[in-house]
C-alpha cells in the first residue's frame, strides 16, 4: 500500500513535468558587479635625481615602475650604478627616486611613509602605517588618505586636525609621532 502511493504520487510528478502548460523559467543572478564606475588610479608624481640624463619631476601613469621613471629621466648616465637600485620597483604617488653613481654608498632605506626620524608622513604613509598611530583605526586612516587626495598634502602637523575623527585628544597623542614633507 506504502508502494502503491509514493509509486502514484512519483508518476503524477514526473507527468506533470512533462506537461506542455508547465514551464520553470530561472530568475535572474543578482549582480555582483559594483553599482558605479571604479574611478581609475590618477597619475603619479615622481622626482628622478642622481645619475640621470634629465634630473626632474616627472607624471606617470598609474601603475609605472622605477624602471619607467627612469626612461622618463633620459635613461641613466654612463656613471649610473643600477645594481644599487630595484628597477622593477612599484612607484607610489610623491616618491623620490634617487639613481645612486657608481662607488656611491646608498643610505639604508626608510620604509615609505616613514621620516629618517622614524615619525610618519602623513603626506606619504599608506592605511596599513597610519593605523600603527594611537587611537587610529582603519576609518580614521582612510579620512587622512582621502583628506590629501582631495585637500591637497598637509602643510603642517597641525592641519591633521581638520580630518574627521581627530580631535585635540588624538591629536596629542601623535603629534609627535608624525611629520609632514620631511625628506628621509
Known amino acids: 500500500?506504502?508502494?502503491?502511493?509514493?509509486?502514484?504520487?512519483?508518476?503524477?510528478?514526473?507527468?506533470?513535468?512533462?506537461?506542455?502548460?508547465?514551464?520553470?523559467t530561472a530568475?535572474?543572478?543578482?549582480?555582483?558587479?559594483?553599482?558605479?564606475?571604479?574611478?581609475?588610479?590618477?597619475?603619479?608624481h615622481v622626482s628622478v635625481d642622481g645619475a640621470v640624463q634629465q634630473p626632474g619631476d616627472y607624471v606617470l601613469p598609474a601603475g609605472s615602475l622605477l624602471d619607467d621613471a627612469l626612461r622618463a629621466a633620459g635613461g641613466p648616465t654612463d656613471e649610473a650604478d643600477l645594481v644599487q637600485i630595484n628597477l622593477a620597483q612599484d612607484l607610489q604617488d610623491g616618491q623620490r627616486v634617487h639613481v645612486p653613481r657608481s662607488g656611491e654608498v646608498l643610505p639604508t632605506p626608510?620604509?615609505?611613509?616613514?621620516?629618517?626620524?622614524?615619525?610618519?608622513?602623513?603626506?606619504l604613509?599608506?592605511?596599513?602605517?597610519?593605523?600603527?598611530?594611537?587611537?587610529?583605526?582603519?576609518?580614521?586612516?582612510?579620512?587622512?588618505?582621502?583628506?590629501?587626495?582631495t585637500q591637497g598634502a598637509f602643510e603642517t602637523v597641525d592641519q591633521i586636525q581638520e580630518v574627521k575623527g581627530i580631535g585635540p585628544a588624538t591629536f596629542e597623542g601623535i603629534k609627535d609621532l608624525i611629520a609632514v614633507d620631511e625628506a628621509p
Open 125 to 149: 604613509a599608506d592605511a596599513a602605517l597610519l593605523q600603527t598611530l594611537p587611537k587610529v583605526g582603519p576609518t580614521t586612516a582612510q579620512r587622512i588618505i582621502e583628506y590629501r587626495e
Open 1 to 24: 500500500m506504502r508502494f502503491a502511493l509514493v509509486a502514484t504520487v512519483l508518476i503524477l510528478t514526473l507527468t506533470a513535468c512533462h506537461s506542455p502548460s508547465l514551464v520553470i
Open 110 to 123: 626608510t620604509p615609505y611613509g616613514l621620516s629618517a626620524g622614524g615619525r610618519i608622513d602623513v603626506n
Open 27 to 44: 530568475a535572474p543572478l543578482p549582480s555582483t558587479s559594483p553599482t558605479g564606475p571604479t574611478p581609475a588610479p590618477g597619475p603619479l
